[in-house]
């Protein structure tokens, strides 16, 4: 059976309701397309995990996909809070976890390593031990000292989005690289979304640059422009004028229903969508050819 499939089929077959997602990319990267396509299907009681929840989890929790949220740092890039996650975890109506950066990325470690939990030197974060029972502190064996432990997660479902990738999984992905490569050996599944699907000779001709080996996805998907409003290095900018604007559109459940029915479920696909944003926007999200020199992988 071929990995190669449509988002909508990707979601469909592999995203169920009660799952703990988690949406990858940090700043860089972030699978809109996919968190959209979750919308629009009416994926429900799901468990958003993220190291940074950014708009895509706003957009989901408005969408009244989420039950729970695990995140470390929680805010609109730049601008504030997440309106509309903050407003449901203070009336109680969305359960939570946090920890810190390291503390996410860390549980994701001893996911992908097969361990229950792995130790962390403590921090001054100690509000977040007294908030979190599942953040604990053990002895070191070695030294006697107390470390602080967190357990591993291992999502349901990861969703990456990377710039390239051949129709097996292999995958390239470059500029900031956030947790991608630790949540998808931590997942049970993972869709792969990619703005470019190329020949596997592309992905061996740099094989350091493949973070993420097709032996792990489950689905790749095509779907150029997938990050928007954040970014992929290479492709297009980030949208700067889209993060100020969603700390409006948030403000007022009735704007933000007026949003979700114009830009997600008044459109097909992603392809519909970037349509919809128009010629301008495309120009202003362009960026210049930036390239890296060449390696010679040649053997001696």
Known sequence: MTKFMALKDAISQFVSDGDVVYAAGFTHLIPFAAGHEIIRQGKKNLTLARATPDLIYDQMVAAGCAKKVIFSYMGNPGVGSLRI????????????????????????????????????????????????PLIKRVIDPYSGKEVIT????????????VQRADKNGNAHLWGIVGEQKEVAFAAKKVILTAEEVVDESVIRSDPNRTLIPGFIVSAVCHVPHAAHPSYAQG??????????????????????????????????????????????????????????????????
């Open 235 to 300: 492709y297009y900018d980030r949208d700067n004028e889209f993060y100020l604007a969603w700390d409006k559109i948030s403000e007022n459940p009735e704007t933000v229903k007026a949003w979700l029915d114009e830009w997600v479920y008044g459109v097909a696909d992603r392809d519909e969508y970037w349509q919809k944003l128009g010629a301008e926007k495309h120009e202003m999200l362009k960026v210049a050819a930036l390239m890296s020199e060449p390696v010679n992988y040649g053997k001696y």
């Open 150 to 161: 967190v357990p591993a997660l291992n999502p349901d479902v990861a969703i990456v989005h």
């Open 85 to 132: 996650v903050r407003a449901a975890l203070e009336k109680g109506q969305l359960e939570w976890e946090e920890y810190s950066h390291f503390g996410m990325i860390t549980r994701l470690q001893a996911g992908a390593s097969g361990l229950p939990f792995l130790p962390m030197n403590q921090t001054a974060a100690t509000d977040l031990e007294r908030a979190n």
